[in-house]
């Protein structure tokens, strides 16, 4: 290839080749500072086409909060490269703490942007809110009925720095952040494991700052449709029931009729069954607590997952963000007393069995309108196969909604579990996510009900930084001593469903999936072949009833048959010098009903 079509082809690698962009000028535009505003934004000064470098938003925000009483600047903590993970705290008051802001009575919103980096609309509508709620004076009241707390950026080193190549499917900022973060973690999949220092300064802070509603804002990737701004959350009737009712009810309609208002395309979330074939439908799966809104309905925290269209130009998604962050504040002031008694309601549940796994019920699903863009195949010289092209023309198609809405997994409800001692990272772990436990003084000998993890296996590459771990828990009951230090973890607690779902094996996002307990697995103690078989022969001779067993496992197992090393294994689980731990997942279930 000559110099100059090296050149051309580099060229047309730095240039995404994006579907059209429907026209928009919504009524949203008007919230736009004028130019010469002192108060106007970073991103506002570029005509909403570039964000702010993290050092340029932290200056922004410590102006705003040394003009504004309202304002204060919390640290949640510091990322593995050293920049503070700032939180803004927006109260009539004033309040700088978890206390004062509570003392007020007001109802919590929390939003929270740039959890991946790249997805950072959020950030920018935040500090408009932040604006107009304060030195702006054009949403001053509103902070009397409700307090706003705002994580500008999550993932703060995958922030930094700026580039313009940082998602190829997104119509801009013209600089955006990565996904993960500097360790190349996924901040969005580590809610229940909580490796990294900045998911643990979020839950650190959704204990003490207790939000009445979480607020999770992203940018989507896949196909194309008219929806400019789309959201979900679990629905019912999954862990927190009365509060998807309250925000299906109550939220969801104010939100819809407010962003319509203002000139955007508000919709649900979409995942398409196939991207490039929307007749197949659309999922409605339900989030499990790696995610945001998976873990927020477990600890029974109302929590919106946003996600705004990423083939939208930056300035209507960042525009939708500000209407919809105003908006849910609003609606949280109007309707705090229903939405804290849903939440309470929602913590006073006990459910039994507990559900730890959904699927599609059979049958035919429902159907939706959908607003869609129109596409067609065309022929790729690059893949040699079609390829689907989206037109820009709006099209409204009828869907299936292929929802996920029926048990899948179920498991009867512990009266409590008991950890042993030495198992201290997942003590850790469930500390960290604030559920409550009981640690012994003494040493206890108790009966429990244990897993034994038949067929366990380790996936050969890592997820987000752990093995997979899979198994099947084939339950069995057990007399053992727990030592001093071991802990107790009741069920009946406030989030006894997150630590169900955190403990059961089979849990999608148990501790156990995510690699705490790989230790289980492995054996210590092996036998030789000049010790066991003589020992074999002699249990054969002087136990009739075993020798008809190991007949049987001959016969019917010819693998076993042929090998001599298995046949001897076959014996030695069967002496008390096998190790009884091992496959023995390690947290004991202590069933019965709740004690008085």
């Known amino acids: 290839m000559t110099l100059p079509a090296l050149l051309l082809a580099a060229a047309a690698a730095t240039q995404p080749v994006l579907p059209p962009a429907p026209a928009w000028n919504g009524a949203?535009?008007?919230?736009?500072?004028?130019?010469?505003?002192?108060?106007?934004?970073?991103?506002?000064?570029?005509?909403?086409?570039?964000?702010?470098?993290?050092?340029?938003?932290?200056?922004?925000?410590?102006?705003?909060?040394?003009?504004?009483?309202?304002?204060?600047?919390?640290?949640?903590?510091?990322?593995?490269?050293?920049?503070?993970?700032?939180?803004?705290?927006?109260?009539?008051?004033?309040?700088?703490?978890?206390?004062?802001?509570?003392?007020?009575?007001?109802?919590?919103?929390?939003?929270?942007?740039?959890?991946?980096?790249?997805?950072?609309?959020?950030?920018?509508?935040?500090?408009?809110?932040?604006?107009?709620?304060?030195?702006?004076?054009?949403?001053?009241?509103?902070?009397?009925?409700?307090?706003?707390?705002?994580?500008?950026?999550?993932?703060?080193?995958?922030?930094?720095?700026?580039?313009?190549?940082?998602?190829?499917?997104?119509?801009?900022?013209?600089?955006?952040?990565?996904?993960?973060?500097?360790?190349?973690?996924?901040?969005?999949?580590?809610y229940a494991k909580a490796d990294t220092p900045e998911m643990q300064a979020l839950i650190r802070a959704l204990n003490r700052w207790r939000p009445d509603l979480y607020i999770d804002l992203h940018v989507t990737d896949g196909v194309d449709y008219q929806y400019d701004i789309t959201w979900g959350f679990n629905g019912t009737p999954k862990y927190s029931p009365e509060s998807a009712r309250w925000i299906r009810s109550v939220l969801d309609p104010?939100?819809?009729?407010?962003?319509?208002?203002?000139?955007?395309?508000?919709?649900?979330?979409?995942?398409?069954?196939?991207?490039?074939?929307?007749?197949?439908?659309?999922?409605?799966?339900?989030?499990?607590?790696?995610?945001?809104?998976?873990?927020?309905?477990?600890?029974?925290?109302?929590?919106?997952?946003?996600?705004?269209?990423?083939?939208?130009?930056?300035?209507?998604?960042?525009?939708?963000?500000?209407?919809?962050?105003?908006?849910?504040?609003?609606?949280?002031?109007?309707?705090?007393?229903?939405?804290?008694?849903?939440?309470?309601?929602?913590?006073?549940?006990?459910?039994?069995?507990?559900?730890?796994?959904?699927?599609?019920?059979?049958?035919?699903?429902?159907?939706?309108?959908?607003?869609?863009?129109?596409?067609?195949?065309?022929?790729?010289?690059?893949?040699?196969?079609?390829?689907?092209?989206?037109?820009?023309?709006?099209?409204?198609?009828?869907?299936?909604?292929?929802?996920?809405?029926?048990?899948?997994?179920?498991?009867?409800?512990?009266?409590?579990?008991?950890?042993?001692a030495p198992w201290t990272e997942a003590m850790e772990r469930l500390a960290l996510h604030g559920i409550q436990m009981e640690r012994q003084r003494e040493e206890r000998r108790l009966e429990l009900e244990y897993y034994r993890m038949e067929e366990p296996a380790v996936d050969p590459e890592p997820f987000e930084g752990r093995p997979q771990v899979s198994g099947r828990p084939v339950p069995e009951r057990l007399t053992l001593s727990l030592p001093a230090g071991s802990v107790r973890i009741a069920t009946d607690q406030p989030l006894g469903d997150l630590a169900v779902a955190l403990l059961e094996p089979a849990a999608p996002d148990s501790l156990y999936r995510w690699g705490f307990f790989m230790e289980s697995l492995s054996r210590t103690e092996y036998v030789e072949e000049y010790v066991m078989a003589p020992m074999a022969e002699r249990m054969l001779a002087d136990d009739p009833e075993l020798a008809r067993a190991f007949d049987q496992a001959l016969a019917s197992d010819p693998e076993l048959a042929a090998d001599p090393a298995a046949r001897l294994q076959w014996f030695y689980r069967r002496t008390p010098f096998f190790d009884p731990r091992w496959r023995l997942y390690p947290v004991g279930r202590e069933l019965g009903p709740p004690r008085e």
């Open 28 to 190: 949203s535009r008007a919230l736009v500072a004028a130019p010469a505003d002192p108060w106007i934004t970073p991103a506002e000064k570029s005509g909403l086409a570039r964000t702010p470098s993290y050092d340029e938003t932290v200056a922004w925000l410590e102006r705003l909060a040394a003009a504004a009483p309202e304002i204060s600047l919390v640290s949640l903590g510091r990322s593995p490269e050293g920049r503070d993970i700032w939180m803004v705290v927006a109260h009539a008051g004033g309040a700088a703490t978890p206390e004062a802001l509570h003392a007020s009575g007001r109802p919590v919103l929390l939003a929270q942007g740039g959890i991946h980096a790249g997805e950072i609309d959020g950030k920018d509508a935040g500090l408009m809110l932040l604006r107009d709620l304060t030195v702006g004076g054009r949403l001053r009241g509103l902070l009397e009925s409700a307090s706003l707390l705002l994580i500008p950026i999550l993932n703060v080193d995958g922030h930094e720095p700026l580039t313009p190549y940082g998602r190829i499917n997104q119509r801009g900022p013209e600089a955006m952040g990565w996904r993960t973060n500097g360790r190349n973690l996924n901040l969005n999949r580590d």
């Open 254 to 420: 104010a939100l819809v009729a407010d962003l319509r208002a203002a000139g955007h395309i508000p919709g649900p979330l979409v995942f398409a069954v196939d991207s490039t074939d929307l007749s197949k439908g659309i999922v409605d799966f339900v989030a499990p607590p790696r995610f945001s809104n998976g873990y927020g309905d477990l600890r029974h925290l109302p929590t919106l997952l946003v996600e705004n269209h990423s083939l939208k130009p930056y300035d209507q998604r960042v525009l939708g963000t500000r209407v919809f962050l105003e908006s849910a504040l609003r609606q949280v002031g109007r309707h705090h007393e229903t939405l804290r008694a849903a939440v309470a309601a929602d913590h006073r549940l006990r459910p039994d069995p507990v559900v730890l796994a959904w699927k599609i019920p059979d049958g035919p699903p429902e159907t939706r309108d959908f607003l869609g863009i129109a596409s067609r195949r065309v022929d790729s010289l690059a893949t040699g196969a079609e390829r689907i092209e989206w037109t820009g023309e709006p099209v409204t198609l009828r869907l299936p909604v292929l929802r996920y809405s029926e048990p899948a997994l179920e498991v009867a409800r512990p009266r409590a579990y008991w950890i042993p």
